[in-house]
Structures are given as structure tokens and as C-alpha cells.
């Protein structure tokens, strides 16, 4: 990527002149950008998803099982934030 620092003073009155006018700049440059073809990419991100073999694969429940699949993950959930050892415990993890 090509990153520009443009670095601005105004001499304004107010704080309500000073964003009127960094929103006038900004937009000045999108306008020459766009007379000259430039074009501005936004950001992107990839993301891979890929099931391991020996990744077991855990369906959610369906049906009156919701419940109790929900209680159980509550449970574990629970049973990882009292468990003391490990970082929760003070400990640094590097």
C-alpha cells in the first residue's frame, strides 16, 4: 500500500469551522482522485475455513434438545472461569 501522513493546521474560530473544513478537504481530494482515475481500495480480509480430520465435528441439537445443550455449555463455560490455574490465576501466560 502507498500511505500519505498530510499533516494540517487550520486557523479557524471554532471547532464546528475546523471539522466543515477537514470535511472540505477530504472531499477535495476524493474529487481530484476521481478527475485523475484514481481509485482508493478498501480494506479487505480473508478468511479460510477448513474442518480438520481430527477436529471432531459437534452438530448443534435440534428440537426440545436446545435446552439441554445450552445448560451444558453454560455448565462448561462456567467450570473454565473457576478453574484457578492457568492466566485467570494471575500467572503470565509468555
Known amino acids: ?12 474560530p471554532s471547532w464546528n ?9 477530504l472531499m477535495d481530494i476524493i ?11 478498501f480494506p479487505t480480509q ?3 475455513v477448513t474442518n ?7 452438530p448443534l441439537p435440534s ?3 436446545w435446552q439441554n445443550y445450552a445448560q451444558e455449555q453454560v455448565k462448561d463455560m ?3 472461569k473457576n478453574d484457578i490455574s492457568g492466566p ?3 500467572q503470565n501466560d509468555f
Open 1 to 12: 500500500s502507498l500511505d500519505i501522513l498530510l499533516y494540517v493546521f487550520w486557523a479557524v
Open 17 to 25: 469551522h475546523e471539522l466543515a473544513e477537514r470535511h472540505r478537504l
Open 31 to 41: 474529487r481530484l482522485a476521481k478527475s485523475m482515475g484514481v481509485k482508493f481500495a
Open 46 to 48: 480473508s478468511i479460510y
Open 52 to 58: 480438520q480430520e481430527d477436529t471432531p465435528y459437534d
Open 63 to 65: 428440537g426440545d434438545s
Open 78 to 80: 462456567l467450570n473454565k
Open 88 to 90: 485467570r490465576s494471575g
